[in-house]
């Protein structure tokens, strides 16, 4: 069991830029259909995992899939985080206020918790967290963006502890540089998790084609193309980038 210090009584004030997706031209964007369809597909996993190394787009591939759920009529939150994001007091303040963005009532039991000046196992604040996830109705997707930032000795077992006690209509989805320590630490949690790899995120020949074709109006011939397209391409959110190396599958820091 994990003991954190003593509360604050007065949580700190929150940064609101950080739960909603980096505003991006859509015009500029590739749509990644064939890779939101299979996030899609997958969205009554657990947890869904975008693992790749910088560059690939897993911020921008995160956003679609948003943009897809909420289309479908899903309530969707979302948090960008950073290293000072890494208290787990901190992260669980944020996490309360992206949920909060899309159900205005949430959190009273984990708000009065953090509010108090009091000191508690890391478990009791994550069982405060699930009681007010389990008074939600409906499927709710949280989307925690760039969660390689977040650094913390408690992080791999609150992570588990909270994955192994989420409600059916919960679903976390992070992007991340690293395969998470709590997938390779408890091999029994891989059944509820679906991950994508580098490889996974890379752009096919047609997607990279379109991009330079249609998106930059580059006129090319096919073989200047595949040229630029040797083997297959990582993806940034505006440029994609072409390698004949393979990318690391979910590798582990």
């Known amino acids: 069991m994990t003991t954190l210090t003593t509360l604050p009584q007065q949580p700190m004030p929150l940064l609101r830029t950080k739960l909603f997706p980096p505003r991006t031209d859509s015009d500029s964007l590739l749509p990644r259909r064939a890779l ?48 000072g994001d890494s208290e787990p007091q901190r992260l669980v303040q944020y996490l309360v206020a992206s949920i909060r963005s899309v159900e205005e009532d949430f959190g009273a039991n984990t708000s009065n918790l953090l509010q108090s000046d009091m000191t508690l196992p890391l478990e009791g604040i994550i069982d405060a967290f699930l009681s007010d996830l389990r008074r939600l109705e409906g499927p709710l997707y949280l989307l925690l963006d760039d969660f390689h930032q977040i650094r913390h000795p408690a992080l791999a077992h ?63 011939t096919d073989s200047e193309l595949k040229l630029l397209h040797p083997n297959r391409c990582s993806s940034s959110s505006t440029r994609p980038r072409c390698s004949t190396n393979s990318a690391p599958s979910c590798a582990t820091p």
């Open 158 to 220: 609150g992570a588990r502890y909270l994955i192994e006690h989420l409600p059916e209509n919960i679903r976390l989805v992070t992007s991340t540089r690293y395969r998470p320590r709590f997938l390779v630490d408890e091999p029994g949690l891989a059944p509820w998790a679906f991950c994508l790899s580098g490889d996974d995120l890379r752009l096919t020949r047609e997607e990279a084609d379109t991009f330079l074709t249609e998106l930059k109006q580059l006129q090319l």
């Open 36 to 83: 939101i369809d299979r996030l899609y597909a997958n969205r009554q996993q657990r947890v869904l995992i975008l693992s790749a190394p910088a560059g690939f787009g897993k911020s921008t591939i995160l956003s679609l899939f948003r943009q897809r759920l909420k289309a479908d009529g899903a309530k969707v939150a979302w948090m960008s985080c950073d290293e």
